[in-house]
């Protein structure tokens, strides 16, 4: 089973930057592709980015020039850049891992607990 744990939000303000890390840790098969949902207080999750084992990103249209998503196989993590950050962009932030269990291979997705971003002046 694969835990994932969340870190790195916070406050910011308008234009700023900020980073988000997520590790996955526990037994699997294969850890394969990760990303990061938001959900803000009274709307839906919604996906903000994800990539692929191989490295393969993808991005919602709403962050597409502005943050940029990447992860380290060796170590299980990944890293969420946030840049030019908007108010529209305050949300819990969490991040998930789609994984193969060890035999009998079963896919599963392993979510964190989220972290807040607020953004703010």
């Known amino acids: 089973q694969v835990q994932v744990v969340e870190s790195g939000g916070g406050l910011v303000q308008p234009g700023g930057s900020l980073g988000l890390s997520c590790a996955a840790s526990?037994?699997?098969?294969?850890?394969?592709?990760m990303g990061w949902f938001c959900q803000a207080p009274g709307k839906q999750r919604d996906m903000v980015a994800s990539?692929?084992?191989?490295?393969?990103?993808n991005y919602a249209d709403s962050v597409k020039a502005r943050f940029s998503i990447s992860r380290d196989n060796t170590k299980n993590t990944m890293f969420l850049q946030m840049n030019g950050l908007k108010p529209e962009d305050t949300a819990v932030y969490y991040c998930?891992?789609?994984?193969?269990?060890?035999?009998?291979?079963?896919?599963?997705?392993?979510w964190g607990q989220g972290t807040q971003v607020t953004v703010s002046s």
């Open positions: 526990g037994s699997a098969f294969s850890i394969n592709t």
């Open positions: 998930y891992a789609g994984y193969l269990t060890n035999p009998p291979l079963r896919a599963v997705t392993a």
């Open positions: 990539i692929t084992k191989d490295g393969t990103p």
